[in-house]
């Protein structure tokens, strides 16, 4: 998920928000990311956004280990990891 995809990513995916009626929280996998940059961050952020106004709680799961990293660089991993 690199800047060129980031646009039509977020799009499909905040198509997809409103239809998990009656979820209180928001799961996002993010196994399958393989080749990403800093843009794939500013999508969890706007999902996690979008995920509050629907008064929703918002959580991504499996974070690559670098993506995590680069989440912690910027001090925004616990915005979109929960502590467990």
């Known amino acids: ?3 060129a995809q980031a646009t039509r990513c977020l799009a499909a ?3 997809a928000l409103p239809l998990e ?3 209180d929280v928001v799961h996002i996998d ?5 080749r990403f940059d800093s843009a794939a961050l500013a999508v969890l952020l706007e999902l996690r956004r979008q995920s509050q106004r629907l008064g929703r709680r918002f959580q991504a799961h499996a974070l690559p280990a ?4 680069l989440a912690r660089l910027y001090g ?3 915005l979109l990891v929960e502590a467990a």
């Open 76 to 78: 925004i991993d616990t």
């Open 13 to 15: 995916l905040s198509r």
């Open 21 to 23: 009626s009656g979820a």
């Open 66 to 69: 670098p993506l995590l990293d």
């Open 30 to 34: 993010a196994s399958a990311l393989t």
């Open 1 to 3: 998920l690199t800047q």
